[in-house]
């Protein structure tokens, strides 16, 4: 799998700058906290874990900077740049999660010296990093268990290795069934409106050479009818008791398309993602982006309209009813979709 | 209604620039072939019915260019550049249909003279505007019939007065509803990947006061389950002898997802639309389109990939099951189509 979304290598952090994509494949040095903040608020680096992961990896090398501190100015300053962090994307779990993991360590009063704390903080990056990398890849080939094959499957947004510390979900199934010399073909929704399919992943799919087609997303109905796939997949955003799955706006259009033409839909994602404390979907909360990030697109002075009105939810919810599977790294989960989600939480 | 694609002032023929739009609103003048020729091919005016009829003035202004010249040198000239503008886009019916309709004008050979023979060019060119205006007037009315009021509808691709020489065909309809004081809101689906929804209908909407919210077509499905729509309309390109229709790419993905959530699916267009030669829409050529027009988006370069491919078919075809009823100049028909549509032509 080419191109990760972030690497470290001699004690330093670096990032493929996403916003170049595809025209340009650089990768940028995150040298300190401010940057790493810019690079998510900007969207060089993006997708849950990957922006988790290089959470992580910043703490560290900041903390590397106070080294010649005392304990007590150390963690004060660490503790700033972890506030600072935080608040850059409030909706990210994994953001959150990592640098609690992070904080854990040069919080803890036990440690016996910076310079331990450093060390330990480093390992605890790279763990991080690799526990991701490792779930993805056991979701893949979990998700063999039950993609068809020869598999001719169509996804959606973005969810490879550009979005996680691996090969990704959803994605992360189909590197598996590339690797395991299966005859895949993947159709990929262009993702509207911020086309993470049409930039991200189609040029994700390329560089990696697996055969792949783009579509706009309102063809993919068209292409179920005329027998040209037989199986869809995407990620979540979130996971809820029942079943019911958020995801990027377009997922319930493709599973609703899917459940007329007879096709199973798969949802791959980590066990993170669930969230049993609530029943079912429609208690998600969906994020409703700018009007003008669509008006942009055909030009429209946002003054210029009486009636001006732009519906541009972020993501849409998928009822459990309508998905065949959900792939996680501790297996593949079927209906009753309550009762499953609480063995496979019973299994730690 | 507002802004029109052409008008015809003062002996001289105007379009609305709609390569400009929404930026600017640009009426400019067709002074010969040629400019009418480029008017077309650059899409500064588009939709079937609008072309027919530009052609038709444009024979008009051609002939009264030659005025002087004797009947046979007028003729020859004149047939010259009808077999030029014919070429300009053959799959349009109208165009032909429009040309034609001149042609048999100025090869009349019971013609008095070449000034009479101008004279009557003109007056069937003004005669096909107007012919065109009324059915799209009649067809909006008809549709009342069945719509639901208060009517939140979705409507897909540009239908309207950009697209005919009246008030459109899906559009004509909304229209109509709005002149008779109906509770109507519209939803605009973007269509990709022109976005002649979200850079046109949503203009032409927004120009004429009517309440329409902007959204991207993956969006359709999610509004549908939030119960925020009740019905959904769209035009044609061509409707068949068992009431298939081709349309736009996207309207089919639309009929599924209304079918799923049991919203009912209308169908405008006029009788001219009907191509009862053939049994069923699998029998319509679909148009595929440069896979340039979508990664052009993303910035790809041709050259860079293995694995290059698009499928970006320009339409697709809703078959008869999924469609409520269709609404044509000559009233509305429901199922079975294939007796419907023969009732409709024994009509004439």
Redesign the interface.
């Known amino acids: 799998m080419n191109n990760p979304a972030l690497k470290f290598e001699n004690d330093t952090v670096y990032i493929l700058d996403q916003t170049l994509l ?2 340009q494949k650089k990768y940028i040095r995150i040298q300190d906290a401010e940057a790493a903040f810019e690079a998510i608020q900007a969207l060089r680096i993006r997708g849950a874990p990957a922006i988790g992961i290089m959470a992580a990896y910043t703490m560290y090398i900041t903390a590397r900077k106070y080294k010649d501190d005392d304990f007590i100015l150390f963690r004060k300053k660490l503790d700033h740049t972890y506030h600072y962090l935080i608040e850059c994307r409030p909706t990210a779990v994994n953001l959150a999660w990592a640098l609690n993991e992070m904080r854990s360590l040069f919080m803890d009063e036990s440690s016996s010296s910076v310079s331990e704390t450093i060390k330990a903080m480093k390992i605890r990056a790279i763990s991080i990093h690799k526990t991701d990398a490792e779930a993805c890849r056991q979701m893949g080939f979990n998700g063999l268990d039950i993609l068809p094959n020869p598999c001719r499957i169509i996804t959606h947004c973005n969810t490879g290795s550009l979005a996680t510390g691996g090969w990704g979900t959803a994605m992360g199934v189909i590197y598996a069934a590339v690797e395991k010399g299966w005859d895949i073909h993947v ?1 990929v ?5 911020l ?1 993470q399919g ?2 991200l992943t ?2 994700e ?2 560089q990696n ?15 179920m ?1 005329q027998k040209r796939v037989n199986s869809v997949i995407f990620g979540a955003d979130r996971i809820v008791a029942n079943g019911d799955v958020a995801n990027k ?2 997922s ?3 599973a ?2 899917a ?2 033409h007879q096709i199973p839909v798969f949802v791959a994602a980590p066990t993170s993602t669930f969230d049993r404390s609530l029943e079912n979907g429609d208690m998600i909360p969906i994020e409703q982006r700018d ?1 003008k990030e ?2 942009q ?4 002075d946002n003054n ?10 972020a993501f ?2 998928t009822p459990a009813d309508l998905i065949t599977a959900i792939v996680t790294e501790r297996g593949v989960i079927k209906k009753p979709f309550q009762k499953t989600i609480n063995q496979l939480f019973k299994q730690i």
Request: charged share 15%; proline share 7%.
């Open positions: 595809p025209h159709f929704d262009e993702t509207r409106p086309g049409g930039r189609f040029w799919l390329q050479r697996i055969p792949c087609t783009l579509i706009t997303d309102s063809t993919a109905a068209f292409l009818k706006i377009g319930y259009s493709l609703v398309a459940n007329y009007s669509i008006l697109i055909y030009g429209y210029l309209f009486v009636h001006n009105d732009v519906y541009n939810p849409d919810i």
